[in-house]
């Protein structure tokens, strides 16, 4: 897993926003320099420090390979 880009945190007094880019890459050989196709996932979430949290929200460039799952 690649972060090509460390994430970005903004706000105050217990309420925060995280933003980010994560680059997935699946390799096909353990050994061997030969590496699948890759997958750009954004993610966009509020932290609160205390109480009930929000979903947060992510989108993945190659779903078919790298699918997000959602949870209740």
Request: charged share 10%; aromatic share 8%.
């Amino acid at each position: 897993m690649d972060f090509t880009q460390p994430y970005v945190v903004s706000g105050q007094g217990g309420r925060y926003q995280i933003q980010g880019k994560v680059v997935l890459q699946a390799c096909v050989a353990r050994k061997l320099p030969v590496c699948g196709p890759s997958s750009t996932v954004t993610f966009d979430d509020v932290v609160n420090a205390m109480g009930p949290q929000t979903g947060a929200t992510a989108h993945s460039s190659n779903s078919t390979v790298f699918p997000i799952f959602t949870t209740p």
